[in-house]
């Protein structure tokens, strides 16, 4: 029996398991039942909180496209404008987000 957790935390954990399992195994080869398996809820328990695999993948990206921008936002700051050294933080966020973390 899984712990009843407030809806935006439980939404949060099957997105993770999502994140995972989409650049372990890639997008196709996923299935809901792999995201419910790695996130520990019966496929009932995700499709209460997705619809599709296509919904899971399209708040990945909303998530992911937040994320970027609020720390591109936050490298640019009130300078308004992006040197080298900013450059490469971007590209250490990238890398961290979905290479590093594997």
Do not use: C
Request: proline share 2%.
């Amino acid at each position: 029996m899984t712990k009843h957790l407030p809806e935006k935390k439980r939404r949060q954990e099957i997105l993770e398991a999502a994140r995972s399992l989409f650049v372990q195994r890639g997008y196709g080869p996923t299935k809901m039942s792999d995201i419910a398996a790695e996130a520990k809820l019966s496929k009932g328990g995700v499709y209460f909180h997705f619809v599709s695999k296509e919904e899971v993948f399209e708040a990945l990206v909303e998530d992911e496209y937040d994320r970027s921008m609020g720390f591109i936002q936050e490298i640019i700051g009130s300078a308004g404008t992006v040197d080298g050294s900013m450059l490469a933080k971007l590209a250490e966020h990238f890398y961290t987000r979905w290479q590093g973390e594997n």
